[in-house]
C-alpha cells in the first residue's frame, strides 16, 4: 500500500515538474546553472540581427537539465505578425533525425539490422554501379563499377552510400557529381525541398538504379539517403512514413504541433519564409519556387494541407518547443516523461560513435566534426565550430533553423528562423551556439 | 591393439571433420545473412531497356507486355538474358556503346551512323502516338491538319533521342523531357503539345496527374507511328547470331499467333492491338 501511494505522488511530482505545452515550465537560468546576465547577451545578438533587417524574427530557446530556461520570440513570423513561441517552422532537414529515430526503432524491434544491404528491403538496390570518371584520352569520359560491397542501412544513416543532393553542386564543383546528378535531373530525382507530386517509393525506386557518386562507406556525402529511410520504414513497418511517426514518435512525445502537412487551423502559425541579402535588404517570400542553380526550395510547399510526399529527409514542420521535447528524449537517453522511445545504448551508438572514419562532416561545421547515425559530432575543440564540448551532437534546415545537444552539460540549444539563403546563417548559429555555451555558470 | 589404433585415427578423423564443419558453418552464418542471393547469381546477359509504362517497367505486372513479348522469344532463341530497366536513356545507351552489353530495348535512340553500323535492329512494335494538349490551354483545339506547318509558333515536347528535324524545319520549338515531365509541362504551359501513346499517357496520368485526367486530350488525328526495337550489338561475341536467332523466334511468335495473346492479355484485343502491334509483320520482313 505504501508503495503505491509512493508511486502515485511519484507520478504526481513527475506530472508538476515535467514540461507541458500549456505553459512551458521555464525555471530561472540559476536553478540549472546558467547565468541569466549572461543569456542577456542571446537577446542583444538576435535583436541586432532583427534590427539590422538580416532576419525577420526567431524563436531561441536554451535548456538545462530538463528545464527551459531561456525561452524567447524576437522580430515577426510574417508581415504584420510577431514571433510567437508556437509558431511553426520548416525544418527541412531537422526531420533527418526524426527519420533516424524511426529507423532505430525499427533496429531495436529486430526488424532490420544497421549491416543490411538496402537491397534486402528495396531490390532495386541491387547490382549497383559506381560512377568512375576514366584517364585523360580515354574513348568514354566515365565508366560504371560495380559497388565493391552494397549500401548498407548504416551508409544511409551516416551519409556514407554515395548518393547525393544536387543543391550541394554549387558548394562542391566537381564534373563527376555532376555527372551523376545530371542523371538525377533526367530521371527526375529531386532534393524534395521543392516536393514533386509523387510518392518517396516511387522517387527511391528510380534513384537506386542511377549511378553512385563513390563506393558505399568510401566517402561522407550529405545526401538524399533519409528520404530512403523514410521509404524503408514503409517497407519494414507496413506503414505510411507519416503515420508511423506520428504515432510512434510524435504522439508519445507529445509533439503536438509537428506534422508532415499541416492541420488547416494552424496555417495561421506558420511562419513566412523571408528572403535576406545579409545587408539589411529583407523581402517577403512570394509563393513561387526560390531557384538558384540547383537548389530548388518551395517555401509554399508547406501550406498544403495534405500530399502524396513523404520526405524522410525534409518534410516535416514543427515548434521549438516541440523539437525541445524531441531533443529532451535524446538527452535522456531515449526516454521522456516515463516513455521510452529507444535505449540508452541505442542512443549512445547514435550519437557518441564516428561511423565515417577519416572523414570529416564539414558541410554544416568545420573540420573535427564527424557524423552519427543521424547528426553531426563535435570531436575535438581545436576547429573553427565549437558547440561548447566534444560530443555535442546537432544539426540544421536550409531555412535557417538549428539544434544542438550537449550531453555533458545536459544543454539543448535551438535556434529557428525561416529566412533564405541559409548559406548567411552559419555565422549566427555558430554565434547562437556560443551564447548558449558561455552562459554556463557553475 | 587394432582396435585403439581405428579408434584413434577415427577419433582425429572426426576432429577433424568437425573443426572442418565448424569452420564452414562459422564463415556461412558470417557472411551468409549479410549479402543478399542477386551476388550469387550467375550472371546472365542483360538485355537494357528505358523504363516505358505500362509496356515494359517493374511497376506493371509482368514487367509489360513488351516485356513478356521479348522474354519469350529469348528463351525460344535459347538466349540466357534477361531485361533489366533504367530510368533514364543515357544509362541504356551507356551499356549498349561503352560496356559492349548483348543488346537493348527502346524507341528514339539516336545513333551517329558510324554507330549503327555495329547494331541490329529489330522491331517489336510499332506503336501509335497521339499528339496531347491540355484543353484549358487550347480549348478549342490545335487544328492539327496531319502536316506540322500547321503546329508552327507551338512548343513541341520531344523525347531525348527523338529526331526532331521535321518539328524544326516546320517551325515549331521543341523542348526535351521524359515522359512525365512533358505531361506536367503541357499543364503548366512550358510546351503546347507532344506525342504519347495513348496507354502510356493513361497510365501516367492516373499515377501521377489524376486530378489532370479529363483536361489533358489527345487530337483527334495520330500524330504518327513509331517502332521499339530490340537493338543487338555486334561487337557482342555472340551479338549477331543472337539477333538471328532472336528475329526467328519473334517472327515465329506473330506467326502462331502467340505475340498477340500476350497483348491481349496485358493491353486487350480489337482497336488496342491495332495500335500497338501495328504491321509488325511487315517491319520485321523488311
Redesign the interface.
Known amino acids: 500500500m505504501i508503495k503505491i501511494v509512493s508511486l502515485f505522488i511519484a507520478l504526481l511530482l513527475s506530472g508538476v515538474t515535467s514540461v507541458s505545452a500549456a505553459d512551458y515550465k521555464m525555471v530561472k537560468p540559476e536553478k540549472v546553472g546558467l547565468s541569466s546576465e549572461r543569456l542577456k547577451n542571446m537577446d542583444r545578438l538576435i535583436g541586432r540581427y532583427v534590427e539590422e533587417k538580416k532576419i525577420a524574427g526567431a524563436v531561441v530557446m536554451v535548456a538545462r537539465k530538463g528545464k527551459i530556461a531561456y525561452f524567447k520570440e524576437t522580430g515577426l513570423a510574417d508581415v504584420g505578425k510577431p514571433m510567437q513561441k508556437d509558431t511553426i517552422f520548416r525544418i527541412v532537414s531537422m526531420t533527418k533525425p526524426i527519420t533516424s529515430t524511426a529507423i532505430m526503432m525499427l533496429y531495436e524491434e529486430g526488424k532490420l539490422l544497421l549491416s543490411d544491404p538496402v537491397a534486402k528491403y528495396i531490390p532495386e538496390f541491387r547490382n549497383q554501379k559506381v560512377l568512375i570518371p576514366n584517364p585523360k584520352g580515354a574513348d568514354f569520359p566515365y565508366r560504371l563499377e560495380p559497388v565493391k560491397r552494397e549500401v548498407q542501412v548504416r551508409d544511409l544513416l551516416a551519409h556514407t552510400s554515395g548518393i547525393l543532393y544536387l543543391f550541394l553542386n554549387d558548394v562542391y564543383p566537381n564534373p563527376t557529381r555532376t555527372m551523376v546528378t545530371d542523371l538525377y535531373k533526367e530521371a527526375g530525382i529531386t532534393d524534395g525541398f521543392c516536393r514533386p507530386d509523387e510518392t518517396i517509393g516511387d522517387m527511391v525506386k528510380r534513384l537506386a538504379k542511377l549511378p553512385l557518386y563513390a563506393h558505399p562507406g568510401e566517402v561522407w556525402d550529405y545526401g538524399l539517403n533519409s528520404d530512403i529511410l523514410g521509404y524503408l520504414v514503409e517497407v519494414v513497418s507496413g506503414m505510411k512514413f507519416d503515420q508511423f511517426v506520428e504515432q510512434r514518435i510524435f504522439k508519445p512525445l507529445k509533439m503536438k504541433d509537428s506534422h508532415f502537412y499541416i492541420p488547416k487551423e494552424k496555417l495561421p502559425r506558420l511562419a513566412a519564409v523571408w528572403k535576406s541579402d545579409w545587408k539589411g535588404s529583407l523581402v517577403r517570400a512570394d509563393d513561387k519556387p526560390i531557384i538558384a542553380g540547383d537548389l530548388c526550395l518551395n517555401p509554399s510547399d508547406a501550406e498544403a494541407l495534405s500530399g502524396k510526399y513523404l520526405a524522410g529527409g525534409a518534410n516535416v514542420l514543427s515548434t521549438v518547443y516541440d523539437y525541445f521535447r524531441f531533443a529532451q528524449m535524446y538527452l535522456n537517453g531515449g526516454e521522456l516523461d516515463g516513455v521510452r522511445l529507444l535505449s540508452r545504448k541505442t542512443v549512445e551508438l547514435m550519437t557518441a560513435t564516428n561511423h565515417i572514419g577519416k572523414h570529416d562532416a564539414e558541410f554544416l561545421h568545420s573540420k573535427g566534426w564527424k557524423f552519427g547515425l543521424g547528426f553531426a559530432i563535435q570531436a575535438d575543440r581545436e576547429h573553427p565550430v565549437d558547440s561548447g564540448d566534444v560530443g555535442t551532437y546537432e544539426w540544421a534546415g536550409i531555412y535557417s533553423t538549428r539544434f544542438s545537444v550537449d550531453p555533458k552539460e545536459q544543454k539543448i540549444t535551438i535556434f529557428m528562423s525561416q529566412t533564405n539563403p541559409f548559406g548567411h546563417h552559419f555565422e549566427l548559429w555558430d554565434k547562437v551556439l556560443v551564447q548558449s555555451a558561455s552562459a554556463v555558470a557553475d | 591393439m587394432m582396435k585403439q589404433s581405428i579408434s584413434k585415427t577415427g577419433l582425429l578423423s572426426l576432429a577433424l571433420l568437425l573443426l572442418a564443419s565448424l569452420m564452414v558453418a562459422t564463415t556461412a552464418s558470417a557472411t551468409g545473412p ?3 542471393k ?2 550469387f547469381a550467375i550472371d546472365k546477359e542483360q538485355i537494357h531497356a528505358l523504363d516505358f509504362p505500362p509496356f515494359l517497367s ?1 511497376e506493371v505486372k509482368a514487367g509489360g507486355p513488351f516485356s513478356e513479348i521479348v522474354s519469350t522469344a529469348l528463351n525460344r532463341a535459347g538466349i540466357d538474358a534477361v531485361i533489366t ?7 541504356v545507351k ?1 551499356y549498349l556503346l ?2 559492349k552489353a548483348l543488346a537493348v530495348m527502346g524507341r528514339h535512340m539516336a545513333f551517329s551512323s558510324e554507330a549503327r553500323k555495329e547494331l541490329i535492329f529489330i522491331p517489336v512494335s510499332v506503336l501509335v502516338e497521339q499528339f496531347y494538349y491540355y484543353k484549358p490551354t487550347h480549348p478549342n483545339g490545335l487544328n492539327w491538319s496531319g502536316k506540322l506547318d500547321s503546329l508552327k509558333g507551338k512548343t513541341y515536347g520531344a523525347h ?1 533521342g527523338e529526331d526532331v528535324s521535321a518539328f524544326k524545319a516546320a517551325g515549331v520549338t521543341v523542348k526535351e523531357g ?1 515522359t ?2 512533358l505531361l ?1 509541362q503541357i499543364v503548366s504551359g512550358q510546351i503546347d503539345f507532344a506525342a504519347i501513346p495513348g496507354l502510356t499517357t493513361d497510365w501516367l496520368v492516373g499515377k ?2 489524376a486530378s489532370e485526367k479529363d483536361n489533358i486530350v489527345a487530337m483527334e488525328r495520330p500524330a504518327g507511328a513509331d517502332i521499339m526495337y530490340v537493338i543487338f550489338n555486334r561487337q557482342h561475341p555472340q551479338g549477331v547470331d543472337a539477333a538471328a536467332k532472336f528475329r526467328k523466334a519473334l517472327s515465329g511468335m506473330v506467326d502462331d499467333g502467340s505475340y498477340v495473346e500476350i497483348m491481349k492479355r496485358h493491353i486487350g484485343n480489337g482497336d488496342m492491338l491495332k495500335l500497338y502491334m501495328g504491321d509488325l509483320k511487315g517491319e520485321l520482313a523488311k
Open positions: 549479410r549479402v543478399t542477386a551476388l517493374t530497366t533504367h530510368p533514364v536513356q543515357r544509362m551507356y561503352q560496356e531525348k521524359r512525365i515531365a506536367k501521377f496527374m
